[in-house]
Structures are given as structure tokens and as C-alpha cells.
């Protein structure tokens, strides 16, 4: 991650957490700073990873459209 962050690529987050538990994970101090776009499972209708929602609506919030987004 801080390669493709030092390269300028934007990184975003689709988990299946949300709440509780996406919080607790993203309080990490070393974590929550590469991510500019976070979707859980409390930000997408239905759908389960590796649904498309979750690229439609991580794009926009990491300043890409979604057909230019990659998945890992």
C-alpha cells in the first residue's frame, strides 16, 4: 500500500465488516491513512463482495470512476 500511495494511485476499501467492527479496524493509527475511499457492508443495499456496488460506490470517493478501478 505505501507504494501504490507513494505512486499517487487512490486505494479504497470493500468490506463485507461495517459498524463496530469496520471502526475498531480503521482505528488502527497506521491504517486508516491509505484508504481514500471505505465501503462496508452498512454503505451497499445487498450485494455481497465481490458485488459491483461496492466499485460503484468506492470510485467516486477515491476520485475515480469505477471502469478505471482495479480489485485485489
Given at each position: 500500500?505505501?507504494?501504490?500511495?507513494?505512486?499517487?494511485?487512490?486505494?479504497?476499501?470493500?468490506?463485507?465488516?461495517?459498524?463496530?467492527?469496520?471502526?475498531?479496524?480503521?482505528?488502527?493509527?497506521?491504517?486508516?491513512?491509505?484508504?481514500?475511499?471505505?465501503?462496508?457492508?452498512?454503505?451497499?443495499?445487498?450485494?455481497?463482495?465481490?458485488?459491483?456496488?461496492?466499485?460503484?460506490?468506492?470510485?467516486?470517493?477515491?476520485g475515480?470512476?469505477?471502469?478505471?478501478?482495479?480489485?485485489?
Amino acid at each position: 500500500m505505501q507504494a501504490a500511495r507513494a505512486a499517487g494511485h487512490p486505494i479504497g476499501l470493500g468490506t463485507g465488516s461495517g459498524g463496530a467492527i469496520l471502526s475498531y479496524i480503521l482505528n488502527h493509527p497506521e491504517l486508516r491513512q491509505y484508504f481514500d475511499a471505505v465501503v462496508g457492508e452498512d454503505d451497499i443495499s445487498k450485494g455481497n463482495k465481490p458485488h459491483p456496488r461496492y466499485l460503484r460506490r468506492g470510485g467516486p470517493e477515491a476520485g475515480r470512476s469505477a471502469r478505471r478501478l482495479r480489485s485485489i
